[in-house]
């Protein structure tokens, strides 16, 4: 934008519009319109259009939410809780709670208590670690008035990696508790708010919405944007669970192969995705299905998880090494076992 007194920002996603580049970000046919083109096509036709983002950019935005004295809202994704879910504490000093979102996709027998036991056996220095569910409306109030109890000033602010549900989260706010008619721009795939963005609740609260720190290791950063639905949980998962022996293998979809080499008969349960299609191989080392990609060997220790970044975690509960081939920008790491 050339002339500073036409700047006008996508009420969706944050991007200042424009109406010169079809191919440019922000892009719309006339300015008087209130959403990018591409808002408009993911909100009326689900019609996906990845933007890639800049980690360095988002950096800058979160210092900038450093220097101020306002509370934070770190959202997560319970089913992807980061490897370093220090990292951006370790960036900025505010207030913040820790908000683990989608609860919903996680099995109802998974209790919240231990869920928060979890997080706060890690000592990192939160206000208050809160489980909601912005799909299921749940603890969407007790949200709300932690907010008003720990907030410093009208601004919150909202952040965390990519598709962790801060515009949902922030849709829902407005839905329960504002006359504000804005409707923030949502999808599965990563980077989808590409700008900050404040919102007026009411005449005590403005929300923030910023873009999500980019997860590299995330399989949605790698897989084709068609199948991003559905690696996604939308449902409550139904764990499956495997008793393997070792020379025996688990496989999802085309997307990873799990080979047991050594240790007792032991159990893996993976929560993923219902609708992704998972099977067992029996005398596994004279089938070579997917050992083209990457592999990387881990000593599992008792009752661990083998995350897979993105798509979800295979609980395991006995000591035993695995082989795990799986494409090489993808992240897996083995954590103590969180369910
Ligand atoms: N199952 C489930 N899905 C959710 C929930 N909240 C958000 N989602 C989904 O998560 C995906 C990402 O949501 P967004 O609100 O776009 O996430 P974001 O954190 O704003 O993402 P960026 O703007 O890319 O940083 C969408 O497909 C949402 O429908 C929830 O409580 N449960
Ligand atoms: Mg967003």
Sequence with gaps: MNNDEQIKTCSGCGIVLQDQNVLQEGYTTSLENDICQRCFRMKNYGEYQVVTKSNEEYLNILKSVGETKDLVLYITDLLNLEKNIEQ?????????????????????????????????EKNICFEEVIVISVNKNYNIDYLLKKIKLYQTSKKVYVVGHTNAGKSSLINKLIQNYSTNVQELTMSPLPSTTLNTISIEINEYLTLIDTPGLVDTGSILNHIDPSMIKKISPRKEIKPKTFQLKPNQSIIIEDIVRIDYIEGEKNSFTLFVSNDLKVKRLLNASNKNELKELSKITYAVKYDEDLVINGLGFVKIVNKGLIDVYIDKNVETFMRKSLI
């Design 88 to 120: 951006i504490r370790n960036i900025i000093s505010n207030k913040m709670i820790l908000v683990l979102n989608k609860k919903d996709v996680l099995p109802k027998s998974v209790k919240e208590t231990k869920l928060i036991k979890y997080l706060e």
